[in-house]
C-alpha cells in the first residue's frame, strides 16, 4: 500500500504543476491511508493576476480528469503486486469560504466558525450513506461527487458529459441524497463510473468498465 500511495502522491505533484498554469492557487496534499488533497482557489490567491470563474471551472475539469488518471495507473500498478486493492474516490465541492496564511505552520487554513461546517463535513462524507439505505456514498470504480448546490450539480454534469466524450467516464450516472447526521445536512452525491484503458495488441486503446477490469486481473 505504501508503494501504491507513493507512486500516486509523485503522479499528483507531477500534474498539480501543470494545473497552476491554469490559475496560481494553493494545493496541499497529506499523508492518509489513501492520498488526500486540498486545492484553494480565488482572486485573493493571486493579486497580480485578475480572476474568472473560468479559471474554477478548467481546474474543477482537470481535477475530475486526473483523478481518473489516477484511478487507472492505482489499477496498472497491481499486475505485478502479491496483494491486490481496491480504492473509493471522492471530491468534495465547496465554493465559498474564508481561509487565512498560518505563519506558524506555513499553511492556509479555514477560518472563521460560519466555515467550521466545511471541516465537519470533510471528517465525515467519507462514510457517509444513502439515505434511506445502509449502503455508503462511495463505492469501488466510481467517483462520487459531494455538493450542495443546484448550481454545481449542473456544472458536474457537464464535466461528466465531456468527459464520458473522451472514454474516461462511464454511463452509469448516480444522483443520491446523503443521509443528514449531525452538524451535516442537506447534502447530494453525483456517482458516475470510471472507464478504464487496457494495452492491448490489436486495439491501440481497449477501454472498459471496472468489472471487466477485474477479470483482466483475474481478481
Same mark, same amino acid.
Given at each position: 500500500?505504501?508503494?501504491?500511495?507513493?507512486?500516486m502522491? #509523485?503522479?499528483?505533484?507531477?500534474?498539480?504543476?501543470?494545473?497552476?498554469?491554469?490559475?496560481?492557487? $494553493?494545493?496541499?496534499?497529506?499523508?492518509?491511508?489513501?492520498v488526500?488533497?486540498?486545492?484553494?482557489?480565488?482572486?485573493?490567491?493571486? #493579486?497580480? =493576476?485578475?480572476?474568472?470563474?473560468?479559471?474554477? $471551472?478548467?481546474?474543477?475539469?482537470?481535477?475530475?480528469? %486526473?483523478?481518473?488518471?489516477?484511478?487507472?495507473?492505482?489499477?496498472?500498478?497491481?499486475?505485478? %503486486?502479491? +496483494?491486490?486493492?481496491?480504492?473509493a474516490?471522492?471530491?468534495?465541492?465547496? %465554493?465559498t469560504?474564508?481561509?487565512? $496564511?498560518r505563519?506558524?505552520?506555513?499553511?492556509?487554513?479555514?477560518?472563521?466558525?460560519?466555515?467550521?461546517?466545511?471541516?465537519?463535513?470533510?471528517?465525515?462524507?467519507?462514510?457517509?450513506? +444513502? =439515505?434511506?439505505?445502509?449502503?455508503?456514498?462511495?463505492q469501488?470504480?466510481?467517483?462520487?461527487?459531494?455538493?450542495?448546490?443546484?448550481?454545481?450539480? #449542473?456544472? $458536474?454534469?457537464?464535466y461528466?458529459?465531456?468527459?464520458q466524450?473522451?472514454?474516461?467516464?462511464?454511463?452509469?450516472?448516480? +444522483?443520491?441524497?446523503?443521509?443528514?447526521?449531525?452538524?451535516?445536512?442537506?447534502? =447530494?452525491? +453525483?456517482?458516475?463510473?470510471?472507464?478504464?484503458?487496457?494495452?492491448?495488441?490489436n486495439?491501440?486503446? =481497449?477501454?472498459? %468498465?471496472?468489472?471487466?477490469?477485474?477479470?483482466?486481473?483475474?481478481?
Amino acid at each position: 500500500m505504501q508503494q501504491i500511495n507513493r507512486t500516486m502522491s #509523485r503522479y499528483i505533484d507531477r500534474k498539480q504543476f501543470l494545473a497552476q498554469e491554469i490559475y496560481p492557487h $494553493y494545493f496541499e496534499r497529506y499523508k492518509t491511508d489513501g492520498v488526500d488533497h486540498n486545492r484553494y482557489i480565488g482572486p485573493a490567491m493571486a #493579486r497580480n =493576476k485578475s480572476f474568472n470563474k473560468v479559471y474554477l $471551472y478548467n481546474l474543477r475539469l482537470w481535477q475530475l480528469s %486526473t483523478i481518473c488518471e489516477m484511478k487507472n495507473r492505482f489499477y496498472q500498478l497491481q499486475k505485478n %503486486t502479491p +496483494i491486490q486493492l481496491d480504492a473509493a474516490s471522492l471530491i468534495l465541492v465547496y %465554493t465559498t469560504l474564508s481561509i487565512r $496564511y498560518r505563519m506558524d505552520e506555513k499553511k492556509f487554513d479555514v477560518d472563521g466558525t460560519y466555515n467550521v461546517r466545511y471541516e465537519i463535513i470533510k471528517k465525515r462524507i467519507d462514510k457517509a450513506m +444513502i =439515505k434511506g439505505s445502509e449502503k455508503r456514498i462511495t463505492q469501488k470504480g466510481k467517483i462520487v461527487i459531494i455538493y450542495s448546490q443546484p448550481s454545481d450539480q #449542473r456544472e $458536474y454534469l457537464r464535466y461528466i458529459k465531456y468527459l464520458q466524450t473522451k472514454n474516461y467516464l462511464g454511463d452509469e450516472v448516480e +444522483i443520491l441524497e446523503l443521509e443528514d447526521v449531525q452538524g451535516v445536512v442537506g447534502l =447530494k452525491a +453525483i456517482r458516475v463510473n470510471i472507464l478504464y484503458n487496457v494495452p492491448n495488441e490489436n486495439e491501440p486503446k =481497449k477501454v472498459i %468498465t471496472y468489472e471487466d477490469l477485474m477479470q483482466e486481473l483475474d481478481l
